[in-house]
């Protein structure tokens, strides 16, 4: 049979090789041709194993035949940003640096996780210099070949939407999970600053990097989720909490805090994300305008934290060999180098009164969660230095894909990015919903609600 | 460019161990410039300065919130 892997769900692969619909090895089969046939575009990917995941493949089928498997994702392709260990492949970074740099002996944390659940973990997916920026060039978008992917998961989430495997690991400092799923029609988690191990993934910046999912949908991300959580046991409950038909949201509160989450952004995106407040009001959600008055300065501490700390971590690189790092990798570092330590504590300490700020609005308003767009734009075609507004204004492309997300990293708030439309030039656009601390289920919750009644996840990318 | 910005610049390289010529030097005082007015924004913000940011979430969180 031919399986559709550009659509085809985390939750209904394992419900089709548990039925019998089709074996590992068909579906490892259509993901493998479907990588073939989109990566002269896509290009999605550093290095894969095609060979021994297709063996893998055979062994879950097998162990399938003879037994009712305990793993709960047997057998489902997986990619893995490349600044993340898998045992026995190179994690370059895409650093010139580390083109020759000797194989991962062990497998990170979240990796190890996956592997133990039954994933097949394909290979390892395209980011930025040291994850470092929002354009994962060459990975291109797959509803777009000329636009990007966005940053740094760009790899992941091109190969989640171009249905070269079921879903990717990501990793996430300023945005970086969340910026790629929101321009490729993707789902991506990045979970509570913390709670996720992070061994054995290249830091970017310690303070701020999280590890999260990039998938089609709530439930598949939070299923992913619950696996790096080493929750597994909880998977098989996700079907009743998530039914296909949805749910209400009735009761809860929904903040917006539209002063600086509606400031400079594109018309489509504006009107996808009033929308979007539509279709949860009529689920029953209560939405409430706040204003959140810290948001610049979370947009400030994420972003000078990260510079810092980043550079703290390729200080010997810049000072021995400057000449293998690209231009804004190393002008990032240099800066950071000749910042003083009173800068960055103050930038540690105010980050702490601006987690307090956010505390006290989600107390002070009762909220469960608060919405924004992802992004203030859709994705720009690769090479473009700016994001241009309806106004003719423009803002640089990382400034711009960084500015909505950035303040979540700050604060450390669980956020899952899910799809809420397209603009005029059928680009994806994404809505993010941001929860409290270490809650990533209940705002998967809301987040299925809304996907389930908007019906946005249906559309796929039209790749061959 | 201000020549006792750059000199201050050249020396903060030199003590971070990076040995910059003079056009990198010109490019990073720009950097430096340019981050220095991001941070304005958080002159407003007080902290309490014997905090030295162990963060923590805020049990503010919890308390309160809809279910």
Known sequence: ?464 | MDLDRLTEVRLRARSAGLDLDDERLELLAESLQEFNDMLRVLDRIEVNPTDLALETYDPAWTEGASQ
């Not at chain 1, 290095?47 to 489902?76: H, K, N, V, W, Y």
């Not at chain 1, 998961?153 to 690991?169: E, M, P, T």
Request: proline fraction near 6%; aromatic fraction near 4%.
């Open chain 1, 1 to 464: 049979m031919t399986l559709d892997v550009t659509a085809l769900t985390l939750d209904h692969a394992l419900k089709g090789l548990a039925n019998g619909d089709f074996s590992t090895v068909e579906l490892m089969r259509e993901s493998l041709l479907m990588l073939d046939a989109t990566d002269a575009k896509i290009q999605a990917w550093v290095e894969i194993q095609p060979r021994q995941a297709m063996e893998l493949a055979a062994a879950a089928d097998r162990r399938r035949t003879f037994s009712t498997p305990t793993t709960p994702l047997l057998g489902i392709p997986i990619g893995v940003k490349d600044i993340i260990d898998l045992a026995g492949m190179r994690t370059r970074c895409n650093m010139e640096s580390r083109v020759n740099v000797d194989p991962a002996i062990n497998d990170a944390d979240a990796v190890a996780s996956l592997r133990r659940d039954g994933a097949i973990l394909l290979g390892k997916t395209v980011t930025q210099e040291a994850a470092a920026g929002v354009i994962s060039d060459p990975a291109r978008n797959p509803w777009d070949p000329e636009r990007i992917p966005g940053g740094s998961s760009g790899g992941s989430a091109a190969a989640v939407a171009a249905g070269n495997c079921i879903a990717a690991l990501g990793t996430d400092t300023g945005g970086s999970i969340r910026i790629p799923a929101s321009v490729t029609g993707t789902v991506g988690l990045k979970p509570t600053w913390g709670q996720l191990s992070v061994r054995g993934i290249f830091p970017l910046s310690p303070s701020l990097d999280t590890v999260g999912p990039i998938a089609k949908t709530v439930h598949d991300a939070a299923i992913l989720y619950l696996s790096l959580a080493r929750r597994q046991k909880e998977i098989a409950g996700l079907a009743n909490r998530f039914p296909e038909s949805g749910g209400t949201l009735t009761g809860k509160r929904i903040g917006v805090s539209r002063s600086f989450f509606l400031d400079r952004v594109q018309a489509d995106v504006t009107t996808a994300f009033e929308d979007a407040i539509a279709v949860l009001g009529s689920l029953g959600a209560e939405i409430v305008d706040v204003d959140w008055e810290e948001a610049t300065a979370a947009r400030v501490v994420a972003s000078a934290i990260s510079r810092v700390e980043s550079s703290a971590i390729h200080r010997q690189q810049v000072r021995e060999a400057p000449e293998l790092m690209g231009e804004a990798l190393r002008s990032r570092v240099e800066l950071g180098a000749i910042l003083p330590a009173d800068t960055y504590i103050r930038l540690r300490q105010v980050r702490q009164v601006v987690r307090e700020s956010i505390a006290n609005l989600y107390r002070e308003h009762r909220l469960e969660a608060m919405i924004a767009p992802t992004l203030p734009a859709t994705a720009p075609r690769s090479g473009e230095a700016d994001i241009v507004f309806d106004d003719g204004s423009t803002e640089p492309v990382g400034t711009c894909l960084t500015r909505f997300t950035g303040p979540w990293n700050t604060t450390g708030q669980p956020v899952i990015s899910i799809p809420c439309g397209f603009d005029r030039l059928r680009l994806p656009i994404g809505l993010s919903f941001i929860g409290k601390p270490n809650q990533e289920l209940e705002l998967s919750d809301l987040a299925h609600a809304y996907e389930r009644a908007a019906g946005w996840f249906r559309h796929s990318p039209n790749l061959v």
